[in-house]
Every structure is written in structure tokens, then in C-alpha cells.
């Protein structure tokens, strides 16, 4: 699917019926999609989605997006499709959280990276721009720019964060498109993806911090809480039919808000809603054997020992991340933004491995069915090209056995 944003003109542009060019040596082929109006701010933008279908395995393609009525163009992009073997594949997936427009010392890494495409898919967890809404809406245009020579190569993925609260969430429910594999839905909030052998699931952990909240911030019903549960249960259960968890035995989930950090626990997340204790995530994930779950939220980086219900359970004394008892839980809110970085506690919990508080994108190169490479890269100082992407933290995940036969 391709997204992009259109403005309103002197001249009326509704109805113009959006279209991509694509090909591999020329734009000879084209898809139409359609446009649908909202207000950023108090201008109506347009929001663009054309879905390409029918394309060739492991390709580049060039594309530009426009209009044939008006003939007014994008310049001209490439992307790759996927390879036709997924099972044989070994994506490269960018992580980061908490990336603003201000102080955002990840972008250029991304863009330089994403020229070569040296990656596969870009998933940002949440707190998106600092912020979508602001400067009527323009901050959140000019951020997209900023973006644009990553985003528009690699398939951007998000989770909802708390910045992106304004007007119950409006900004980020219009310039985003993603789409459940389970149900071919668009469905912003908790949705599914699959890149060669991982199954990678996106949720809001937002749901459990909003439904309480009145006046002018957003409130969710409790019931959104219970419904995205209940899809969560359906997609783990459908990933875990034993062909599908044969083709993807990886299962990642993602979130906003990280169920463990050393400020403090999400209990929230972890064991539901107070006083009934009901859709808590932290069990449903260890009974479907989810192997990684990502959080974000506190500005730092952060590699846990493989955790469940507050103990740890490594694989082995000398290798923790050998067959690992227990899911294992990443922190990545360092992409920068205005509020900068956050400090750690002086004396972390004993589940906590790795603590960076400093700016940096996390990699995770799925090399195959039983192993992960994670890898932390230094994004502090953009002028020093020594020490800019430099690699700070690096583990390999191995699991022999997936699902929830593996903690046993």
C-alpha cells in the first residue's frame, strides 16, 4: 500500500482520483486507489492509498504518485518486493521509538541506510514527530519529509504512542495505512504483518493508559481493551497453527509502552486492569510462546534477560539467550526528540542486562528460523562519522524449539 498526503489547493482537488506509476525500468504500469478528506489542523488535506498488486518477486521497482487529471507528480521512488521464498528470507527490521521532527538523531542514519536498502522493514513504536498535530498540523507534514527518503524505500510500520493523543487520535489514524494480514482490514491500532520467517504483531498499549481520561484528552472505552485482546488471541492462535508456526516459528510483538523498565513496571500491561486483573498481555504472550516483545516509551535502550511474571528464566548461566525459558523484552525509545534522553536508576532490577541512555536505532537481522541478531547502534553525534552507527550492544537470540513448548 502506498500513502501519501495532498493538500487543498485554490482550486477544488476532491475527486481527482489518485494513481501510481510503477515499473522496473519505466512507469509502465498503474494502480488507482481512492483519497479521503480530513482536517489536519484547519486545512482539509487529503489522505492518498493506492494498493499494488501482482508484483514480481524480489524486484526493484520505480514508482511516482499523482494524478492523471491534473498531471501532477511525485518525483520518482524504488522500493524492492518481497522474495518469493519468505521461509528462505532473512529481513533486516529497524526498530526505534519516541523520534520527533526536533533533536530527531536517528533520521539521517535511517536515510543513509535506507538508500542502500540495507533494511527491510522500519517499525516506529509509538510517539511519533512531537507532534503529529502541532503547528496545525505542519510539524507533522514537515516531519513525514524529514522521513521521506527512508519511508519511501522501506515499508513503514507504527505503533500508536501517547503524543499521538490529540483530537482522540485523529492525526494517526488518517496518515497511516496498515493492514491486517489476518483480515485484510486497515486497522491502525493492532494489526499483523509478516517478513520471512518472523510473524510480528502490533498492538496499542494505549488502551490501558486512556480509558479512564476525561475532558479534553482522549478516553477509550474499556470495551476497545477487551476487543483488541480478543484479536490478539485470535491472531497468536492463527500464528500458532502448526503450519503457519512451521513457515514463522519467530513471533514478535510490539507495543508503545514497554511491560518492563528500570524507572518501573507497567503492571497495567502486564496483569490488566486494576482491581478485575482482566486482559493483562504478559500471560497470553507466554502461553502462545511469543519469542520478543518490543516497548518503548522511556527515552533509553534496553535489553532484558528473557523475564516472565518478574523472574528470570535464561536458557543457560553462561549464555541467557540460548533456548531461553521465557519471552525477552527489548526497550527502544532512544530515536531522539526534544525531551531528550532519559537516566536509569543506580540500582536496576536483576531481570535488567543492558542499559544504554543514549540515542540509537535497535537491528534485528532474522537470520533464520532458530537464530536473531540484535544489535544496538549508537546515533549520538551525526558530525563524527567514527562512532555514528556505531554498534553498542549486540546479542544472538537462539531458539531451537518455538511456542509455548519451548519454556519447558
Avoid at 502541532?134 to 513525514?144: V, Y
Avoid at 490501558?208 to 478516553?219: A, D, I, K, R, T
Avoid at 481493551?225 to 503450519?243: C, G, S, T, V
Avoid at 486483573?277 to 504478559?282: A, M, N, P, S
Wanted: glycine share 6%.
Amino acid at each position: 500500500m502506498i500513502t501519501w498526503i495532498t493538500f487543498e489547493m485554490s482550486t477544488n482537488t476532491d475527486g481527482l482520483t489518485p494513481i501510481v506509476q510503477y515499473g522496473q525500468s519505466e512507469l509502465n504500469h498503474k494502480s488507482f486507489g481512492y483519497a479521503t478528506a480530513w482536517m489536519n489542523g484547519n486545512r482539509t488535506s487529503f489522505v492518498n492509498r493506492v494498493m499494488l498488486n501482482h508484483l514480481k518477486p524480489d524486484v526493484i521497482y520505480l514508482y511516482r504518485c499523482g494524478n492523471e487529471q491534473n498531471q501532477i507528480w511525485s518525483k520518482t521512488f524504488k522500493f524492492r518486493s518481497k522474495p518469493e521464498n519468505e521461509e528462505e528470507w532473512s529481513p533486516k527490521i529497524a526498530l526505534f521509538g519516541d523520534m520527533g521532527l526536533v533533536n530527531g538523531r536517528s533520521i539521517p542514519y535511517l536515510n543513509e541506510r535506507s538508500k542502500n536498502m540495507e533494511y527491510d522493514v522500519i517499525f516506529h513504536s509509538g510517539d511519533i514527530a512531537y507532534n503529529l498535530h502541532e503547528l496545525n498540523g505542519k510539524l507533522g507534514d514537515e516531519f513525514m519529509r524529514k522521513m521521506e527518503p527512508a519511508i519511501s524505500t522501506i515499508p513503514y510500520q507504527t505503533a500508536v504512542g501517547n503524543h499521538e493523543w490529540f483530537q482522540n487520535f485523529t492525526h494517526y489514524t488518517n496518515r497511516y495505512t496498515m493492514t491486517d494480514s489476518l483480515t485484510g482490514d486497515q486497522n491502525n491500532y493492532y494489526y499483523s504483518f509478516n517478513v520471512g520467517p518472523v510473524h510480528f504483531i502490533s498492538i496499542s498499549s494505549e488502551f490501558y493508559f486512556w480509558y479512564l481520561n476525561q475532558g479534553e484528552f482522549p478516553s477509550h472505552d474499556i470495551e476497545n481493551i477487551k476487543i483488541q485482546y480478543d484479536w490478539l488471541k485470535r491472531d497468536l492462535i492463527e500464528a500458532n497453527r502448526p503450519e503457519n508456526r512451521r513457515k514463522r516459528p519467530w513471533i514478535i510483538v510490539a507495543a508503545h509502552r514497554a511491560m518492563y523498565c528500570s524507572p518501573w513496571m507497567w503492571t497495567i500491561l502486564r496483569k490488566g486492569i486494576p482491581i478485575v486483573y482482566r486482559w493483562g498481555l504478559e500471560d497470553i504472550l507466554y502461553e502462545y510462546g511469543v519469542d520478543m516483545y518490543i516497548g518503548a516509551h522511556e527515552h533509553t535502550y534496553e535489553r532484558l534477560f528473557p523475564i516472565y511474571n518478574r523472574r528470570v528464566y535464561n536458557g543457560s548461566l553462561d549464555n541467557p539467550y540460548r533456548n531461553p525459558k521465557a519471552p525477552v523484552h527489548f526497550l527502544v525509545g532512544s530515536g531522539g526528540c526534544r525531551e531528550l534522553v532519559d537516566p536509569f536508576i543506580n540500582h536496576p532490577a536483576p531481570w535488567s542486562a543492558k542499559r544504554i541512555s543514549d540515542y540509537g536505532i535497535t537491528e534485528l537481522h532474522v537470520m533464520n528460523k532458530t537464530h536473531i541478531r540484535i544489535q544496538q547502534r549508537s546515533t549520538h553525534n551525526v558530525t563524527d562519522l567514527q562512532t555514528y552507527g556505531k554498534i553498542v550492544d549486540s546479542i544472538l537470540l537462539v531458539k531451537e524449539r518455538h511456542g509455548k513448548e519451548a519454556w519447558f
